[in-house]
């Protein structure tokens, strides 16, 4: 039996295994060692209260005669989608159309599937660092050749985040179909101006380019000028797919409910010139190969909208951003050159000189018992970085920046 060999082009094991496997030899050998994760951006507070009350009795309902429900709606609940089109884009000044709105099981399965709908040749553009799924789903898809020594695939255009941009870089100079943008970021933790959206958005519409926009952190922008969503920018509809999640901002990674937004207005082309929507393609993938959310969680994620869901997971937020607050003011002080995460629940730091960020990431793990992402596990310019979580609980975050500052401090 012939495999897809395009898998063999991949690098290594996807990022969180390969963690997860170091920690894993880690521990075994040191069983005593009371180990901190900042690693994978997950969630450590308790479902809300709001959202457990809805799930329990969207459960209930479904365990009576009048209140069983089988399939549910391929979209979404009405519900659900009209509590989304309300709080997340109304009171944002944005207008989307329910048969816009697609509920998912999560925005890392919509990121990474959104690639079917489009041409075998496209020339596409990744951020670098970027959410490691973007790429990883196109190069499974055959849209690149193999990787060279530094990680980078053969027909990627990569456009690096650093310093000097802000880790948030702006349009190429060059053209491309498609682009992945990811704000507020992860992995760098760093967010996106209005300008540079705008920018954006210009560029995709001079060259009939498509973004995709993930916007899954962006409860955690803190300032309420920021852009939460892309269709604040004028002319985002006919060039921007956008993809928000419940998982961060409501605690929902294990519960699993998010949505991707594909406007009408956004067309793409057949080779002959027909004008398609990407909407009714879109729809007709999540038709075919998807069954809708549980009705329960559906209810679930519709009372994060609630006043009280908004005022439970609200504090839940501010809670991580505390620790990310900690984290950037306390790392600093210990002499770490500390980025962002002003709006994100991510912490860019720099690696001490001459320190790779693999290097980095054992000797915390081995020195201080502390799990953190290596900056080059998302691209080859996030190499001398690293990414750490403010998902955790304070105690286990001021524990941890005490030992990376010893760490680092010798
Ligand atoms: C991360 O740590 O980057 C995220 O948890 C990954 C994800 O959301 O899939």
Redesign the pocket.
């Known amino acids: 039996m012939r495999i897809n060999e395009n898998y063999q082009k991949l690098q290594a094991g996807y990022?969180?295994p390969e963690i997860g496997r170091r920690v894993r030899a880690f521990s075994a050998e040191n069983p005593a060692a009371n180990l901190i994760r900042l690693?994978?951006?997950?969630v450590t507070l308790p479902l809300a209260p709001a959202i457990v009350d809805a799930i329990k009795a969207a459960t209930d309902e479904l365990g009576t005669d009048a209140g069983h429900r089988g399939y549910g709606p391929e979209q979404g609940y009405d519900f659900l989608v009209d509590a989304i089109r309300e709080h997340d884009y109304k009171a944002r000044g944005v207008d989307i159309d329910s048969d816009e709105i697609f509920v998912s099981d999560?925005?890392?399965q919509d990121s990474g599937n959104i690639q079917e709908i489009f041409s075998s040749e496209l020339r596409i553009a990744v951020t670098d660092p970027v959410?490691?799924?973007y790429v990883d789903t196109n190069v499974m898809a055959g849209r690149t050749g193999g990787a060279d020594d530094l990680g980078r695939y053969d027909g990627f255009i990569y456009l690096p985040a650093t310093e000097a941009n802000g880790f948030m870089p702006g349009p190429p100079e060059t053209a491309a179909d498609l682009v992945y943008l990811c704000s507020p970021n992860?992995?760098t933790g760093a967010v996106a101006s209005r300008e540079n959206l705008a920018s954006w958005v210009a560029w995709a519409r001079e060259h009939s380019a498509v973004i995709v926009f993930d916007a899954?952190y962006d409860a955690f922008i803190r300032d309420p000028v920021l852009p939460r969503s892309i269709y604040e920018i004028d002319g985002a509809r006919e060039c921007a797919i956008e993809m928000r999640?419940f998982?961060?901002r409501a605690g929902f990674?294990g519960v699993r409910c998010a949505y991707t937004v594909v406007p009408k207005a956004l067309i793409g082309t057949t080779p002959s010139g027909e004008e398609i929507a990407l909407r009714d393609l879109w729809s007709r993938r999540h038709a075919t190969k998807f069954n809708s959310v549980p009705y329960p969680i559906q209810r679930g994620a519709e009372a994060v909208f609630s006043p009280e869901g908004k005022r439970q997971t609200s504090v839940q937020v501010d809670y991580y951003m505390a620790n990310a607050a900690n984290l950037r003011a306390e790392l600093a002080a210990a002499g770490i050159t500390v980025f962002a995460g002003e709006h994100a629940p991510?912490i860019w730091i720099r690696t001490p000189e001459g320190e790779t960020s693999w290097d980095f990431f054992d000797r915390l793990l081995h020195e201080a018992h502390v799990v953190c992402?290596p900056g080059s596990g998302?691209g080859a310019s996030g190499e001398g970085y690293a990414?750490i979580?403010a998902?955790n609980s304070r105690k286990n975050v001021d524990e941890a920046i005490q030992r990376i500052g010893r760490a680092v401090g010798g």
């Open positions: 990022l969180f690693g994978i951006g997950d999560g925005s890392k959410y490691p799924v992860n992995p899954a999640s998982s961060k990674t991510y992402t998302f990414r979580s998902f």
